[in-house]
């Protein structure tokens, strides 16, 4: 049996695109970004700080400070869920130069992720990143993803779901890492 010269096509076609996919993802994926894991410096990208507007570096605006980086979005459950205690933690060590950098994945305008910060009480900066490059900077495959920040901008702990960080266990962390360099 004889394949006609279309279908022969067709097949060598479908090969050189799966080799072509194949090709991207290893190289796309072959070494993680800078800020993906444990030790790495903190990678530097521009997010929308929505107090004014203004654009900032994330590694520039909070250099030498310990900073959790929270990546969220407001229709996430458990981001919901963490966000208070997130606040308690802020409360609790902002004197001593702790920062909350919470990076909402919303996209769209910004008035729902005011509103949702105005309806839990939110001091800590708030941010956002439309374009949701942070998500692929730190390869965050789910919400809420937070990234531990040492006064030397090197990434100290990651975690993936809502934590509890009033709980012993992150206040240790928290307060090993302020304690670091005082």
């Known amino acids: 049996m004889s394949r006609s010269p ?11 695109g ?16 800078e800020g993906a894991h444990v030790g790495d410096r903190a990678p530097d990208f521009r997010v929308e700080r929505l107090l004014d ?8 605006a ?11 979005a407001t229709w996430c459950g458990p981001c919901r869920k963490e966000m208070p205690s997130m606040q308690a933690a802020y409360h609790t060590y902002e004197a001593r130069g702790f920062r909350v950098a919470a990076v909402s994945l919303d996209e769209g305008d910004a008035a729902p992720v005011r509103a949702f910060a105005t309806e839990l009480g939110l001091t800590f900066d708030l941010l956002q990143d439309r374009s949701n490059r942070s998500q692929e900077i730190f390869q965050a495959i ?3 993803h937070s990234v531990l920040i040492g006064r030397d901008g090197r990434v100290k702990w990651v975690a993936l779901g809502a934590e509890e960080w009033m709980s012993a266990e992150n206040r ?9 360099g005082e």
């Open 6 to 16: 279309t279908s022969t096509w067709a097949a060598v076609l479908l090969v050189a």
């Open 18 to 33: 799966g080799l072509g996919l194949g090709a991207w993802a290893l190289t796309r994926y072959a070494t993680p970004p």
């Open 53 to 60: 507007g203004d654009s900032i570096g994330l590694r520039t």
């Open 62 to 72: 909070y250099a030498g400070q310990v900073v959790l980086v929270n990546l969220w």
């Open 142 to 144: 789910g919400l809420p």
């Open 172 to 180: 240790a962390r928290i307060e090993a890492l302020l304690d670091d």
